[in-house]
C-alpha cells in the first residue's frame, strides 16, 4: 500500500460550491458537527435551542423571492428553529441580498413554517472584514477559520478513515482561504475549458437552425453559469407573444421555455395549457421566487440529463446531446402548435386585465 499525502489536496482550486457541499455534508452526516455548529451559534447569540432532530437542504427556493437559500438547516423539537445559511468564499454581494435572507426568515415565521429564524453568513475572515456592511445585516457569522480550527481538533481526536477525512475537509478550506486571499486562476484542462464551444459544435451537429446566444459564443475557462441561453431568434416573434426565452439548463437537467409574467397567473392558466400538454413530455412549472420589480413567469419543462461544465465534455457527451434533442424537440413542438400558444396568450392576456378568458 502507498504512503497516503497529507500535503497535497486533489482539487486544483476550492470552489464556492465545494464549501458548500462539504458544508451540507458535515450537516448531514455528522452529529457532532451539527451540535459544534448549533453550540457556537448559541453561545454568539446568547439562547440556546432545545432540538432532538435536523433536516439540511441545498439551494431551496424562497418564499418571496427569485433568490435561493444557499443552505437551510432546520432544528426540530418542540419547536422549529431553522438556519438560513449563506455561504461567500470570494463573490460580491447581490444587491439586497442580505435583506432578502432577513425577509425570507420573518415569511418563514409568519407563514407559521418555524417558531424562530437565524440568519447566519460564513466567509473567511477576510471577506467578513473587508465586507463589513454586508456582514453585519445577518443575525450570525461563522469564519471559514473557526470551522477549520473545529476540524483539525476533531481530526486529532479521531484516528484512521475518519481522521483522513477529517483531514481533507480542513485542507479544502484552507485553500479556499487562500484563494481568497491572494485570487487564483483556474487550471486550464483542455477537456472542460472549452466547454461552451464544444456545446456550440456539437448542438450545430444535431440542429444547425438552433441559434446560439451572446453568452454561449464566449471563449475560455467554464464560468459559473450553468445555463445554455439560446438567442431570441430561436423562438418565433408573433405578435401576440409575450416576452419568452429558450434555455437548456445544465445542472438542473431541464429545458424549457419561459413565458414572462404568466406565473403570477399560474393556477388559471395550468387549468388550460394543462389540457394541451397531456400525452407530452412536457410540465408546467411556475418561476415562483419573483425578479425584483418584476413579475413571476411560467414554464414548459422538459428533463435532459444532469450536466456538469466542470467535467470532463467527453464522459458527458452522450448526455449532453440527448439534452440538446429534448431542447430541439421542445422548440419544434412549439413552433408547430401556434394556435394553442395564441389560445394560451389570450389567456393570460384575459387574466392580466382582470377579464374572464373566453
Known sequence: MGATSDAMLTLTHATERDVDLLLIEELKCSTPF????????AHKLGRPWTWSNSIVTHSRRRLNTRREIDITLELHGDKTTVFLIENKLDTEPQVMQAESYQQEAEALVSHGNAFEVI?????PAAYLT????????????????????????????ETGELAQRLKHREALLRQAVTKARRGYEAVPVAAIGSFNTRYVALLRTVDDTLEPGPAMLKEGPPGESK????????LPKWNFLPQTRLVHQLREG???????GWGDHFTHLAQIMANDLFDTPYRLVPTVNKRVGGKSGLMIVVDTPPIDNLSSF??????????????????????????VIERWCKAAAALSQNKVPS
Open 34 to 41: 451539527v451540535h459544534w455548529f448549533v453550540d457556537h451559534i
Open 254 to 260: 431541464n429545458a424549457n421555455i419561459n413565458f414572462y
Open 227 to 234: 445555463t445554455m441561453i439560446f438567442a431570441p431568434a430561436a
Open 119 to 123: 440568519t447566519i453568513l460564513i466567509a
Open 314 to 339: 467527453d464522459s458527458q457527451e452522450d448526455g449532453i446531446v440527448e439534452g440538446i434533442r429534448r431542447t430541439v424537440a421542445l422548440r419544434s413542438w412549439f413552433l408547430s402548435n401556434q394556435a
Open 130 to 157: 473587508t465586507k463589513g456592511l454586508f456582514a453585519e445585516k445577518f443575525d450570525a457569522i461563522i469564519p471559514y477559520e473557526t470551522i477549520i480550527a473545529h476540524l483539525a481538533q476533531r481530526a486529532g481526536d
